[in-house]
């Protein structure tokens, strides 16, 4: 629409009198306009609304019948138990929350109700919390372990304990002393009653809660299978007496844990029937020696998946090498002492080795590891030619890779010396993949671990322009041995270069990569104010209290 006031649009002039009169005659056609468009908006609104409300009647009466034919209805009652059970957690009890299985699934509907009430299954693991609490509620709490152990009808079961050993005054709950002692012991108690349906028990408590099973024999858990035992501090300070405990000598039981503080050889177990054993606990606090971790590992010839802390410093092992022909898993934690026990251990089947603290013979113990699959080591035990002579060392067969590397001192005059860490530049160049034409013609790759499928390193300082290299070299079309799937690379330094946006290709094709670096440093501007009394603070605004000085 052309107006003879188009140069004057959009800028700051003032008309005349004249001109306000023929700007007004000008536009009151263009404002008849939008009014009756206003009211066709206002009329086409209405129909809107009442369109939306006959819809708004009848969608609960459609959906009401959609209901009747959805898929879920339809699908039969053993299949949708098993989808329950698929809800559990894997990796832990279930616990008494209504924000997960099973107890969630029974406040969809009555239908979803009943039959998680009927699927036995649904209630055979849980995670007890002994906690001071009220006479009250320590009873509400009871009952309810009861009904929920109950409903798991004749199924195996696994069970864990944890108990915070603290029993609060009478005075402040209002009961009895004798009250209290039995609400106290109430918890572990009423779970013996279920002993013969004991299948996986892990016991988190201080040693008097513990003692409560050492009358429990053979007999009385006849599905028991593993057994755990996480002992809490307490006072006066005690031993477990591992004599006591008859149902260790159970046939079943195939994994036992432990921490290293309570354990002995003594231990009234089947050794040479345990496919797992776990002497746990931070290997800074560890109370075991390399000889008795040797002498240990040395009755378990069947075992499969081993955990072991070991911090006691001891001369060099007498004890002749320790044949372990199936163990597949071995995590080793030696808190900050060189221990010398890879030197007497043989696991040609090990899959999956994770260790911390001071090692030697690495590289000698990872070569006679010809099926390792995943390595998980901590790096600042290492010296940076033995981390290199340990990757070109690792067979074939390597996929997963994590490095852990923490900043260390670097030798120098006081005030001048810099951290320094082991994953840099030369320690990836190992694994970058290189394309090489062999004899044949044929194109081949020469680095370490070739069939390397996921990478993790936890600090470092390698720079971007090498791992940019490292994940194309293993991405790109042509080269030998699978592509990359994961990798995860935090940082110990801020970003030099983004290289996200070159590997975005891969990322877009399937790669899992997540890189996280340390935060730039925040700049530091200089105020006008500074140095006054009003001066606003760098932090923002706060309280301020007026200065009578």
């Known amino acids: 629409m052309d107006s003879p006031f188009a140069s004057r649009l959009g800028s700051n002039y003032c008309p005349t009198d004249d001109e306000v009169l023929e700007i007004r005659e000008f536009i009151a056609e263009p404002k008849r306009q939008i009014l009756a468009l ?305 030197d007497r251990l043989h696991a040609p089947e090990l899959r999956k080795f994770l260790f911390r603290g001071h090692v030697e013979f690495l590289p000698l113990f990872l070569g006679s590891c010809g099926g390792l699959e995943t390595l998980d080591i901590d790096g600042s035990s290492l010296v940076k030619s033995s981390l290199m002579e340990s990757l070109r060392i690792l067979p074939t067969t390597m996929r997963h890779l994590t490095i852990r590397d923490h900043p260390r001192p670097r030798p120098g005059p006081m005030g001048t010396a810099r951290p320094t860490t082991l994953l840099d530049d030369d320690v990836l160049a190992l694994l970058i993949r290189v394309p090489d034409l062999d004899s044949s013609g044929h194109t081949s790759s020469q680095c370490c671990c070739p069939q390397l499928e996921s990478l993790t390193t936890l600090g470092g300082e390698m720079s971007d322009f090498a791992l940019q290299n490292f994940i194309e070299g293993r991405m790109v079309a042509g080269s030998t041995g699978p592509f990359l799937k994961h990798v995860r690379v935090q940082f110990s330094r801020a970003m030099k270069l983004d290289i996200k946006s070159s590997l975005k290709r891969f990322v877009d094709t399937g790669l899992d990569l997540e890189l996280l670096y340390l935060p730039p440093p925040l700049p530091v501007y200089g105020s006008p104010w500074e140095g006054l009394q009003d001066a606003p603070s760098p932090w923002g605004p706060t309280w301020t209290l007026p200065v009578y000085w």
């Open 38 to 342: 206003d009211n066709e908006i206002a009329q086409l609104r209405e129909t809107i609304e009442k369109l939306e409300e006959k819809r708004k009647s009848l969608n609960p009466y459609v959906e009401a019948h959609q209901a009747l034919i959805s898929p879920m209805r339809r699908i039969p009652q053993d299949v949708l138990s098993e989808i329950f059970i698929a809800c559990l957690p894997t990796h832990r009890n279930c616990v008494m929350s209504a924000s997960e299985a099973p107890l969630l699934l029974g406040r969809i509907c009555s239908s979803w109700r009943a039959l998680s009430l009927a699927t036995p299954r649904l209630w055979a693991s849980l995670h007890v919390v002994e906690r001071s609490l009220t006479h009250e509620v320590r009873t509400i709490r009871l009952g309810a372990i009861k009904m929920w152990l109950g409903r798991a009808g004749r199924c195996p079961l696994s069970i864990s304990l944890y108990s915070d050993n603290y029993v609060p005054s009478p005075q402040s709950t209002g009961d009895t002393e004798t009250d209290m002692q039995t609400l106290t012991d109430s918890f572990i108690k009423d779970l013996v009653l279920f002993a013969d349906r004991w299948q996986h028990v892990r016991f988190i408590a201080a040693r008097n809660v513990i003692q409560e099973i050492t009358h429990l024999t053979p007999n009385d858990t006849p599905m028991l299978e593993s057994v755990a035992f996480s002992v809490q501090p307490d006072y006066p300070r005690g031993d477990l007496r591992w004599s006591d405990f008859e149902m260790l000598k159970s046939p079943g039981i195939s994994s036992f844990s432990t921490t290293s503080s309570e354990f002995q050889v003594s231990i009234p177990l089947h050794w040479h029937l345990l496919t797992e054993l776990c002497i746990g606990g931070s290997g800074w606090e560890s109370t075991l020696d390399a000889e008795t971790a040797l002498a240990t590992l040395a009755r378990c010839p069947m075992l499969q998946v081993c955990k072991l802390a070991v911090n006691v410093l001891s001369a060099s092992p007498r004890h002749p090498t320790v044949e372990l022909p199936h163990l597949h898993t071995l995590h080793l934690d030696f808190g900050n002492l060189s221990s010398l026990l890879l």
